[in-house]
């Protein structure tokens, strides 16, 4: 009886609490307002026209394209840009390195919803998504399938980040034993979360193995999942500082001032590790590039389109890390964490779509509307974490 | 305790799920009885009886053989199309090359697909389970011929492609394609039987074949061979495929999954514990004072 009565108790007063929260908080006329949900929008109508009339009504793919932007950059980029949240998880909590503890929750944050919203997008580029559960409970197991894999491991990955990330909601919601045995299994959760993580961020490139006679050999290697995977360490590094340095800036006034760990140092720490992971991925690059014999190759357009990715947005921004880091010099940093991004999008870009058939005469270019629904896809990503952000207790403790 | 306990049955749920995968599906069948079609193209007239054939069998595309000019232009298969028939002009004449799903041996596509809904049957036969499948495509990016195809302009989208008539082998007939052949160009029959007849011809006529028999090595093998007078890069073969089967490129990343997957946490428990001293947020402060204020967190 008395039980029964906490229970609604608590869960009308959750239930307010919750109205209270939906409201809006701040202006509505920002620019990142106006410009987002007009795209998103149109996005969703896109969607709908995409879900009656088939996904040719609205993409550019074709039967010798069928994976495009929204498979390569949404899902492939998405998640590899998402890896912050293990590396940074890994340091903290596995290597108890205290300094990068007050950028663990909201870069799981963004690890967490990255992998709902980029990885979710497949549920868009997928035929028919209402069977989507059938790997899961399916009538049949594709075992042998690396797409069965991922498809797994990008859900369970997705429960892992949420516990991770619960005990702030349990902080906001006011739920104070929920929090604290969710916080009890924080380490167990982790390291799932790193273990899912390996496995997958490597998986994706596996994904493209097979595919060996149809990507250009400069892309194609036995060991993509070895290079996603190292990539992806660097990736969620620069992601860190690129996206820290922006909530420092928007979120100013909710970040408590922690005299122990600048929030430069941390970044400096950042850079750092991310120089370090480049380099040995450029060497790893360097050396399959000379062990494939491969200098014939890039005295074409195709080689110089390598050399810009592989120098000019691995070794360069490598060096400016290595730079940044010894000058202390948080400007250098910031551009070559940029760089490293635009390195990244135009690796896994280059392995999944523009060297894909690299020799078709008719080559893929996505279609507006794929490029809408991907845009519409990072605003509401935006819109979410904003919320989440100003209301629940990200940046600090809550009260 | 509690930590372990949860991941351990996380673990023993997910390895179960991923340790046991039977990544060599392809034993299960018997390489005796595994059939497929022998195509002579040194035969074929370019009557496209085949298409038509193939076309009302499966209630696809049904060409307009005498009319559409098609023989003119290069074609590949389609969403509504299995097969298609195309001329090549070769120092040999005009040689006409039936072009569909290959039939695989150890086939790329249903290795990759999530769902088995790409199925390499007992048989032989490559069939597709529209119940299955999710749409995701990734049998067409793995496919070294292209040839599963699928329906862009359908709210709810089939794979199409060959099933080398599953359902009429069932009922004991020949594909149709084969049954509609006026100069047996297509030959049904086990795959072994088709190698025997193949070499023979060579043997038998050696000036009017090139000495290969593409597919009978090619991507681990496949249930379509194919005999040539001209090389079979210049009647629309691509040579340069290799004879390892496809579902091997990733073989070896499969097998990695569960060392992963049990190594890696172990590894980093170890880790963990080797280095000691409290978690950070490991609430110190929990003791001292009441949670709400509880920090520790944000250090
Ligand atoms: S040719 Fe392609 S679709 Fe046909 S069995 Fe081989 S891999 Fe599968
Ligand atoms: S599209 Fe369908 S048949 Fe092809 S791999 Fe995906 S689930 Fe399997």
């Given amino acids: ?399 | 305790m509690d930590r372990r306990g949860f991941l351990k049955t996380t673990l023993v749920a997910g390895s179960a799920a991923l340790a046991g995968s039977d990544l060599s599906a392809q034993e299960l069948r018997d390489p005796e009885e595994f059939v497929g079609i022998l195509v002579d193209t040194t035969r074929c007239i370019g009557c496209r009886a085949c298409e038509v054939a193939c076309g009302e069998t499966h209630d696809v595309l049904v060409p307009d053989v005498l009319n559409d000019g098609a023989l003119e232009e290069q074609r590949t298969t389609s969403d509504k199309q299995w097969m298609v028939v195309n001329k090549f002009e070769t120092e040999a004449g005009d040689v006409f090359v039936k072009r569909q799903c290959m039939h695989c041996y150890q086939a790329a596509c249903a290795s990759a697909c999530p769902t088995e809904a790409m199925e390499k049957t007992k048989k032989g036969p490559v069939i597709w389970h529209g119940n299955r499948c999710i749409g995701c495509r990734y049998c067409m990016a793995s496919c070294p011929f292209d040839m599963p195809k699928f329906e862009y302009g359908e709210w709810n989208p089939k794979i199409q492609k060959c099933t080398l008539c599953f359902e009429r082998l069932e009922e004991g007939q020949k594909p149709a394609c084969v049954a509609a052949c006026p100069t047996d160009t297509l030959m049904f029959g086990t795959r072994a039987k088709n190698l025997e007849i193949a070499r023979h011809r060579i043997y038998n006529h050696p000036d009017d074949y090139v000495h290969h028999i593409y597919g009978e090595h090619e991507v681990g093998g496949t249930g379509y061979i194919y005999l040539s007078a001209v090389p079979f890069d210049q009647i629309g073969f691509r040579t340069d495929l290799g004879t390892r089967p496809y579902p091997e490129y990733t073989k070896e990343f499969l097998y990695s999954v569960p060392m992963v997957l049990f190594g890696v946490p172990a590894f980093l428990l170890g880790l963990n514990a080797l280095i000691g001293g409290p978690q950070p947020g490991e609430e110190k402060a929990v003791e001292f004072e009441s949670g709400d204020q509880g920090g520790g967190d944000e250090h």
């Fill in chain 1, 1 to 399: 009886m008395s039980t029964n009565a906490t229970v609604t108790g608590e869960f009308s007063r959750f239930f307010h609490f919750l109205m209270q929260e939906m409201k809006p908080r701040g202006p509505w006329l920002t620019p990142f307002n106006v410009i987002s949900i007009p795209v998103i929008f149109t996005g969703v109508v896109i969607i709908v026209i995409r879900f009656i009339y088939g996904l040719g009504a609205v993409t550019n793919l074709s039967q010798d394209f069928p994976w495009g932007f929204w498979l390569g950059f949404d899902v492939i980029t998405g998640v590899a840009l998402a890896a912050g949240a293990y590396v940074i998880t890994f340091v903290v909590y596995v290597m108890k390195v205290e300094k990068y503890h007050s950028i663990v929750r909201i870069t799981v944050l963004n690890g967490l919803l990255a992998y709902i919203f980029y990885a979710g997008a497949l549920v868009f580029d997928i035929g028919r998504p209402w069977q989507a559960y059938n790997p899961y409970i399916g009538n049949k197991f594709g075992f042998s399938s690396v797409m069965f894999l991922i498809c797994w491991h990008f859900f369970l990955y997705m429960v892992a980040a949420f516990i991770e990330f619960s005990p702030v909601v349990a902080e906001w919601a006011g739920w104070e034993k929920a929090r604290k045995f969710l916080k009890s299994i924080t380490l167990a959760t982790v390291i799932l979360g790193i273990t899912l993580s390996i496995l997958h961020q490597s998986g994706l490139g596996a994904l493209f193995l097979m595919a060996k006679p149809k990507i250009h050999p400069l892309w194609w290697s036995e060991f993509i999942p070895v290079l996603f995977l190292v990539s992806s360490v660097y990736a969620g590094l620069a992601m860190i500082i690129f996206e820290s340095t922006i909530s420092h800036r928007v979120f100013r006034h909710l970040i408590p001032h922690d005299p122990k760990h600048s929030f430069d140092d941390i970044l400096f720490g950042l850079a750092k590790g991310a120089a370090v992971v480049m380099f040995v991925y450029y060497f790893f690059k360097a050396l399959l590039f000379i062990h494939g014999k491969q200098w014939s190759m890039i005295n074409d357009a195709w080689g110089y389109w390598y050399l810009v990715e592989v120098i000019g947005f691995v070794l360069i921004p490598g060096f400016m890390f290595a730079f940044g880091y010894r000058n202390r010099s948080l400007n250098i940093i910031k551009i070559a964490s940029v760089m490293a991004l635009l390195g990244i999008v135009l690796n896994r870009l280059n392995v999944s779509v523009i060297s894909f058939k690299w020799y078709a005469e008719v080559h893929y270019f996505p279609s507006w509307q794929e490029i809408v629904v991907t845009l519409m896809i990072i605003f509401t990503e935006i819109w979410i974490l904003r919320w989440v952000v100003t209301r629940m207790p990200v940046f600090k403790s809550a009260h």
